[in-house]
């Protein structure tokens, strides 16, 4: 059998938050879930690499709400 795909998700590593959902959804999880968890704060170049600019991901994460100011 094949390895599950994995699941990236970005998330602001810095925003309460952000820490406190990752948290919640990581015991959702079922251990057969993959999931990376990407920093967008620590993986600025990565974004980059893929055309995304480091300061419009930010807010771009708090859907009807208020992300910290960008970096």
Same mark, same amino acid.
Request: aromatic share 6%.
């Given at each position: 059998?094949? +390895?599950? &795909?994995?699941?990236?998700?970005?998330? $602001?590593? *810095?925003? &309460?938050?952000?820490? =406190? $959902?990752?948290?919640?959804?990581?015991?959702?999880? +079922?251990?057969? @879930?993959?999931?990376?968890?990407? $920093?967008?704060?620590?993986?600025?170049?990565? %974004? =980059?690499?893929? #055309?995304? +600019? &480091?300061? +419009?991901?930010?807010? @771009? %994460?708090? *859907? #009807? #709400? =208020?992300? =910290? &100011?960008? *970096?």
């Amino acid at each position: 059998m094949a +390895d599950a &795909p994995t699941l990236r998700v970005y998330y $602001d590593a *810095v925003c &309460p938050k952000c820490r =406190r $959902d990752r948290r919640r959804y990581e015991r959702m999880a +079922d251990e057969a @879930s993959a999931v990376e968890w990407v $920093d967008v704060t620590a993986n600025q170049a990565r %974004l =980059r690499e893929r #055309g995304i +600019d &480091p300061n +419009d991901a930010l807010p @771009s %994460l708090h *859907v #009807g #709400g =208020r992300a =910290r &100011p960008a *970096v």
